[in-house]
């Protein structure tokens, strides 16, 4: 093998013979995989020309170390998968989108020494860097706020006290005093100074909390049915499998940069659901009993393997016809994300989720590819012969409820928007260690529980409870009222979401006693980070013109469920300014309690039993304002 006189590689065998054309064709991958290898890790590489405008590459010819190595010929680093995948869509005629060519000149995994000289300097991040730090963690939230956002990942949403009470020292002295409980069993910290990212990096840390990929094109915080391990109704636990993805996450370099965020979550079967069917792929708990069994599917617990959920873009994750054994599911999630590496959209945003890729490819088709990443083929089971999941308590996430373990109870407190002071933080961190076992778990309806609480106690925790100015009582509106952040906090959205679910919670309260539960969810934008479509309520903001001038307002949908009652809300009223909006709540609410079918009659199947023009004349027709 010789070099060439313009430095690119000469495919002749050192002794004049020529390579095979197999032979050529097997070395210049292996040369690709090498500049590849240099060029994540930093060092030069050997290819003259090359990237997302599909020019030709030429490969250098590597320099020789002393004792016959070659430098540079590194086994090839497993983020090649996303370079491959970038090259195989250009060469069919793409053009990398601005994100995908950020990623392809700069590996954000390898940002530290950026971070904290921007940190030192007290810079904020520019251009594609915005973009890039997120890998980290660390969202630039300007022009809403001139400070950064930073999102945790806290597998299974479970929280030690020591852990919380950290995290309330860090919000105090390097953010805005506060913390967001999110939609995915997660927590936020905002109002972060430029100075201050690193602090709070390495504060985490110290904590046991890496939040490496929380954020920009990377797997989001694993969640799992949130009373794992002390549900008397679950099947099978899901926190141990939460850990154990979340860390094959951490350690496994080609799971970041993908296509587009993406999700997974795990249901055990409890009483609390972790709405699976919202996530790209969702594990949900079922039995095989013996007289469904067979010698390929024995009888025993499973998870029904469900993809490309997304209410955003109003689809929730469908059965894929497949059932997998709890110590199949961390490698089977893997090969699915590797086949969306290798395969999703990196040319269209809104193409790039992994909804889409199986719209046009089909499940035999997307599940083939899956299996070639896997030791053995995929268990192939009709629905029809799995159990069906025991009902969900759509209470059973506020309150105090009776643990498996004998004497023992978990309380679910009400956050109305998710929002804690440090001084809140650290009072819930210390009920669990006085009361509990000093843990926490958070859940994705934006609020938390603590467990292990013995039946003597309760009536003590109720009161520790409510000298926090937190509610542990499932009888108001605010028990299911879920919001984004919003204007407030977020450049996407278009109403200030968290002030107006507080506004609209307090009206109704004033006028109407719930004695079912109802979920009222508001997203200030089209990511629908709080799900609107799948609310009993739904409100999703938008400009609504008043006169000569445009005002924040709301479209208003009802009738969204989840779980047994999957299904997408219905546009009821659209283009509501906001001080129409608490009536319209109000009515709505009021028509529910008039005419529904007994007291028992869910507010969900309430609206689906009437037409959307029915639901309006029997709210009056007419919406007040507030």
Request: glycine share 12%.
């Amino acid at each position: 093998m010789s070099a060439s006189t313009n430095g690119s590689m000469n495919l002749t065998a050192a002794n004049g013979s020529g390579f095979s054309s197999e032979q050529q064709s097997y070395l210049q991958g292996f040369a690709l995989g090498a500049d590849v290898a240099r060029k994540v890790r930093g060092l030069p590489v050997l290819s003259s020309s090359g990237g997302p405008g599909g020019e030709t590459i030429t490969l250098g010819t590597p320099q020789r170390q002393s004792g016959g190595a070659t430098a540079g010929a590194y086994a090839a680093a497993p983020e090649i998968i996303h370079i491959e995948a970038q090259d195989r869509q250009v060469a069919a005629g793409g053009k990398l989108c601005a994100e995908e060519v950020a990623k392809r000149e700069t590996n954000a995994l390898d940002m530290w020494d950026a971070l904290a000289a921007r940190a030192a300097g007290g810079e904020f991040p520019k251009g594609t860097d915005v973009f890039l730090t997120k890998f980290h963690g660390m969202f630039y939230v300007a022009p809403a706020q001139d400070s950064y956002m930073c999102r945790l990942r806290i597998p299974g949403g479970h929280l030690a006290s020591y852990q919380l009470r950290g995290l309330a020292d860090l919000a105090e002295k390097y953010a805005g005093g506060y913390a967001d409980v999110t939609t995915r069993a997660n927590l936020q910290l905002r109002e972060i100074g430029a100075s201050d990212p690193i602090h709070v990096l390495l504060g985490l840390r110290d904590l046991g909390l890496i939040n490496l990929g929380s954020g920009a094109d990377n797997i989001r915080n694993v969640t799992a049915s949130p009373t794992s391990g002390i549900d008397p109704q679950e099947l099978i636990e899901t926190l141990p499998l939460a850990r154990e993805m979340h860390h094959h996450i951490l350690a496994h370099r080609d799971m970041y940069g993908l296509p587009r965020r993406f999700n997974i979550a795990f249901d055990g079967g409890g009483a609390i659901a972790a709405l699976e069917d919202t996530n790209d792929i969702g594990f949900t708990a079922v039995r095989v009993s013996e007289e469904n069994a067979d010698d390929a599917c024995p009888a025993g617990v499973y998870f029904q393997l469900t993809l490309g959920g997304i209410t955003g873009h109003k689809d929730f994750a469908r059965y894929a016809g497949v059932l997998v054994r709890p110590d199949e599911c961390v490698a089977v999630a893997a090969a699915i994300v590797r086949v969306f590496s290798e395969n999703g959209d990196r040319t269209d945003r809104r193409k790039a989720r992994l909804k889409y890729l199986l719209d046009e490819w089909g499940f035999d088709k997307y599940l083939a590819e899956v299996e070639k990443h896997l030791a053995s083929p995929l268990r192939r089971v009709e629905l029809e012969r799995c159990g069906a999941r025991a009902a969900e308590d759509r209470w059973g996430h506020i309150g105090f409820h009776p643990q498996r373990q004998e004497g023992k109870h978990y309380v679910g407190l009400s956050l109305p928007v998710g929002r804690l002071t440090v001084e809140q933080l650290r009072g819930i961190a210390m009920i669990a260690e006085r009361y509990g076992s000093g843990a926490i778990r958070l859940t994705v309806w934006q609020n938390l529980l603590v467990t292990d609480v013995d039946g003597a106690d309760v009536e003590a925790v109720k009161g520790e409870i409510e000298a926090l100015g937190l509610d542990w009582r499932a009888s108001s509106v605010r028990s299911g009222l879920v919001a984004c952040t919003g204007n407030a906090g977020c450049k996407y959205a278009a109403a200030d979401t968290k002030r107006h679910a507080m506004q609209i919670a307090a009206y109704v309260e004033q006028r109407i006693d719930l004695d079912q539960p109802v979920n009222v969810h508001l997203t200030g934008c089209h990511h629908s980070c709080a799900q609107h479509y799948i609310g009993d309520i739904g409100l999703i903001a938008t400009a609504v013109e008043d006169g000569d001038d445009m005002v924040e307002g709301y479209h208003l949908l009802v009738g969204g469920g989840y779980g047994q009652r999957q299904c997408l809300g219905r546009q009821l009223y659209p283009s509501l300014r906001f001080d129409e909006a608490p009536a319209a709540v109000a009515r709505l609410l009021e028509a529910y309690l008039a005419h529904r079918q007994s007291e028992q009659e869910p507010f969900c199947d309430f609206a689906n039993r009437h037409e959307v023009d029915e639901l309006r004349n029997l709210c009056c027709g007419t919406v007040a304002a507030a």
